[in-house]
């Protein structure tokens, strides 16, 4: 069965300590994988796309990689404004663009 | 400016009755998707659209129905037939070309009671 696994389900953080966060998947034929994310009570925000092993994608103090069994979003030095949820998605052949998501991980970046 | 639109944000009913919810965008994107999110879990497909005219049950269809008469439009209507109906509900659309990327609209929140 097609799965994705986001750990931790949520993370404190002091304003400054970086940390990584986790996707592993166990799915047929990725065709590719995403991360988002979600301020409460608002709908996902598009952050990367990833297509394949070795590939790295960086946005300010974010930075995804992937490798055949999983994805990392590293925060380096976060701040207040990065507490959010962090989704996770991974696209897989199937005749559509079908989205299989992770239940996400809490981040909170305490001053 | 272009995006994609839900209303309302907030939505409340009564058990029993039916409710429909908006899906509006300006992008020009061909394939539209209504997707459940719970606490704890991870979205969920509802429907999906990838042209005018035709649409797909995701995996939990049931309770559900939507039509797409327009490109711009994808609503969704929740029936009184599904069991769980309260919880946050987001829209999503494929750009043109693009490979499985979805971009989502605001959300909107049922209350049932």
């Known amino acids: 069965e097609d799965q994705v696994t986001q750990s931790p389900e949520a993370l404190r953080l002091q304003e400054g300590e970086s940390s990584s966060l986790n996707c592993s998947y166990t799915?047929?034929?990725?065709?590719?994988l995403f991360w988002y994310r979600q301020d409460p009570g608002k709908g996902p925000e598009f952050l990367f796309t990833l297509y394949s092993a070795g590939e790295e994608k960086e946005k300010e103090r974010l930075k995804a990689t992937l490798t055949k069994k999983e994805s990392f979003l590293h925060i380096t030095a976060p701040k207040p404004e990065d507490s959010a949820t962090y989704l996770c998605a991974v696209a897989i052949s199937g005749g559509y663009n079908k989205l299989i998501f992770g239940a996400g991980t809490r981040l909170a970046v305490h001053p | 400016d272009g995006g994609i639109t839900q209303s309302p944000k907030y939505l409340f009913r009564k058990e029993g009755q039916n409710v429909t919810l908006s899906c509006e965008q300006n992008l020009n994107h061909d394939a539209m998707y209504w997707y459940r999110q719970d606490p704890g879990q991870g979205l969920r497909l509802i429907y999906y659209?990838?042209?005018?005219?035709?649409?797909q049950k995701g995996d939990i269809a049931e309770g559900y129905s939507v039509s797409r008469e327009k490109k711009e439009s994808f609503p969704l209507t929740v029936t009184s037939a599904q069991k769980n109906p309260t919880a946050f509900y987001l829209c999503?659309?494929?750009?043109?070309?693009?490979?499985?990327?979805?971009?989502f609209g605001p959300g909107t929140r049922l209350t049932v009671t």
């Open positions: 999503a659309s494929t750009p043109t070309g693009a490979h499985y990327e979805q971009y």
């Open positions: 659209s990838q042209i005018v005219n035709d649409f």
């Open positions: 799915v047929s034929g990725l065709r590719g």
